[in-house]
């Protein structure tokens, strides 16, 4: 989470070297998906540092961009949801709940929902770092998935893997890592 100057920076910089952008004038102009994490973290930044009734308008604002600019990419990711270094190689629809909390250098692909069960719905995933979730997955319930953890595509998860660099698949996902 954004607690300061500091973290706004390390978490702007750790964005923009996993997904490889160019710092330039015309990337920062033109591409949607850095402005879209830019928007995420300066958000974040004002709804987690800046308090009192002065900066109710500007926090007013910056929901309204975020929401503008989470629209216009098909994305409905809340913020202080991912630690640094996420990354987004497309625009798309992505779901992910506002309670989920998901580490360090994740790279999310369209169609993936993250999210609560059906009758519990404050029981959400945990997401450890360096995780890689392909097009298409679902994760959903109260489990908890270990670091580098790669879920394939379409697979549906609804049971925790405390295995650490396992590779979850299928409908129910189970790791076949070990089976290699």
């Given at each position: 989470m954004i607690k300061n100057k500091e973290d706004y920076r390390r978490y702007m910089n750790a964005d923009l070297e996993k997904n490889k952008f160019k710092n330039t004038f015309f990337s920062y102009l033109t591409n949607d998906i850095w402005r879209f994490l830019r928007t995420l973290r300066r958000y974040e930044y004002v709804i987690n540092t800046k308090k009192g009734v002065l900066w109710a308008p500007i926090k007013l604002y910056m929901k309204y961009r975020f929401k503008k600019i989470s629209k216009k990419l098909g994305y409905s990711i809340p913020p202080n949801v991912f630690e640094e270094g996420l990354m987004l190689p497309h625009y798309g629809n992505i779901v992910i709940n506002h309670n989920c909390k998901i580490g360090?250098?994740?790279?999310?692909?369209?169609?993936?929902?993250?999210?609560?069960?059906?009758?519990?719905?404050?029981?959400?995933?945990?997401?450890?770092?360096?995780?890689?979730?392909?097009?298409?997955?679902?994760?959903?319930?109260?489990?908890?998935?270990?670091?580098?953890?790669?879920?394939?595509?379409?697979?549906?998860?609804?049971?925790?893997?405390?295995?650490?660099?396992?590779?979850?698949?299928?409908?129910?996902?189970?790791?076949?890592?070990?089976?290699?």
């Open positions: 360090k250098n994740c790279r999310v692909h369209v169609g993936v929902n993250i999210g609560a069960s059906y009758h519990m719905s404050q029981a959400v995933p945990k997401i450890g770092n360096n995780c890689y979730i392909a097009p298409g997955a679902k994760l959903y319930g109260d489990i908890v998935i270990q670091d580098n953890t790669l879920v394939g595509a379409n697979a549906v998860v609804n049971k925790s893997c405390f295995e650490k660099n396992a590779t979850l698949v299928g409908i129910p996902a189970k790791n076949i890592k070990k089976k290699l």
